[in-house]
């Protein structure tokens, strides 16, 4: 991995915090999508708009995953949740449509599924309770 970052001339010591912000970031914003379903923040669900079945499906796995994901515990298994979550949705909501995502407005669904996936796959970082429970276990 020094090989890479010297040929970006990214410092490997930003490696780890740059990993643990998007981790944080991505859980900040996630769990407000949920707090708009479940708590009526920012706004609220759009009117008539009902909290039922995948919707409530959604707002749960978003307001608890992604504050989960904010702090950084049990991220493998939320982070694959939470991509599963994203990957639905593309699907459901914005896959009929149109196939490309700029043309759907699925963006958002496919960034953050692709986000999740490599949280799922690279865990939760530094700066996360995940990563201090496996210091005081090691």
């Known amino acids: 991995m020094a090989d890479t970052t010297q040929r970006l001339l990214v410092p490997a010591r930003w490696i780890g915090p740059a990993h643990a912000l998007l981790r944080i970031v991505s859980g900040v914003l996630f769990f407000c999508h949920g707090a708009q ?62 196939f490309w995502p700029l043309q759907n407005h699925g963006e958002p669904a496919v960034l953050n599924c692709f986000i999740f996936l490599f949280l799922w796959a690279a865990g939760a970082g530094p700066w996360s309770v995940d990563d201090a429970l496996a210091r005081r276990g090691a």
């Open 37 to 98: 379903k479940m708590l009526g923040w920012f706004g609220g669900l759009p009117p008539g708009a009902k909290l039922e079945g995948l919707t409530l499906a959604a707002g749960i796995i978003e307001l608890v995953g992604g504050a989960l994901i904010t702090v950084g515990l049990f991220t493998k298994p939320v982070a694959f949740v939470c991509a599963g979550e994203m990957a639905v949705a593309f699907f459901k909501a914005h896959f009929p449509a149109a």
